[in-house]
């Protein structure tokens, strides 16, 4: 049972341009969510998070929508540089605090020179 | 801040051999230690979560007698595979959390059973 869903495995966008990244959700529970950026053999590093209460959190050239009654929420880059290209992930929690995260499968982000 | 170390990165061993795995919190006192597993062009699947001085919580279906995790300080967290098999070939992230904070992950160990 899948409850975060990425359904693009990979995305491919030119440098300048915005990449948007989608996650889905089915558990009406979570509350908290958060983006991860993860490169080859490391550990993915906090990227955005956003409460249920809000519906966009910004920070820099990355944005955080959250549609709650479509359970779906995006991650908009812009603009996107090179050195963007990772696997991003989408995470959920039921609890504020962002413990217990249940991740999505992750998107390939390459962005092109 | 919120540096999370691991070691080793990498370890290739023997099936039927033990091997144990080091995450620490570098910078920060961490109450709680995530460990996830994550198989190739797949999620980071959690596999326990533990608190300092208490047992681990496993998630539905990890063997605990298998995946044995030890929290001895709050900045200090291991997970020992015992008796590993080719199945349990995987890459090994841990993730460390303060009281209300986000977590923050180490940089993984790639496990190879022979």
């Known amino acids: 049972d899948q409850q975060v869903k990425q359904n693009s495995p990979s995305l491919s966008v030119q440098e300048g341009r915005i990449s948007i990244l989608n996650c889905d959700y089915t558990n009406s529970m979570f509350d908290y969510f958060l983006w991860y950026k993860k490169y080859p053999a490391e550990g993915p590093t906090f990227l955005i998070s956003?409460?249920?209460?809000?519906d966009k959190n910004e920070d820099g050239r990355f944005t955080v929508f959250l549609n709650k009654s479509a359970k779906h929420l995006s991650l908009h880059i812009v603009p996107s540089q090179p050195g963007d290209s990772a696997v991003y992930f989408c995470?959920?929690?039921?609890?504020?605090?962002?413990?217990?995260?249940?991740f999505g499968e992750g998107t390939q982000l390459t962005v092109n020179p | 801040g919120a540096v999370v170390s691991q070691h080793p990165s990498r370890v290739i061993c023997k099936s039927g051999t033990s091997v144990k795995i080091e995450c620490r919190s570098l910078?920060?006192?961490?109450?709680?230690m995530f460990w996830y597993r994550q198989f190739p062009k797949q999620s980071l699947m959690l596999m326990a979560t533990s608190n300092e001085g208490s047992k681990a919580t496993y998630e539905q279906g990890v063997e605990k007698d298998k995946f044995l995790i030890n929290h001895a300080s709050l900045t200090l967290s291991t997970l020992t595979v015992t008796s590993a098999h080719p199945e349990d070939s995987s890459f090994y992230i841990c993730?460390?959390?303060?009281?209300?904070?986000?977590?923050?992950f180490g940089p993984g160990t790639r496990l190879t059973v022979l």
């Open positions: 956003i409460s249920s209460i809000k």
């Open positions: 910078d920060f006192q961490a109450t709680t």
């Open positions: 993730s460390a959390s303060r009281e209300t904070d986000t977590q923050y």
């Open positions: 995470a959920a929690s039921r609890e504020t605090s962002g413990s217990r995260l249940t």
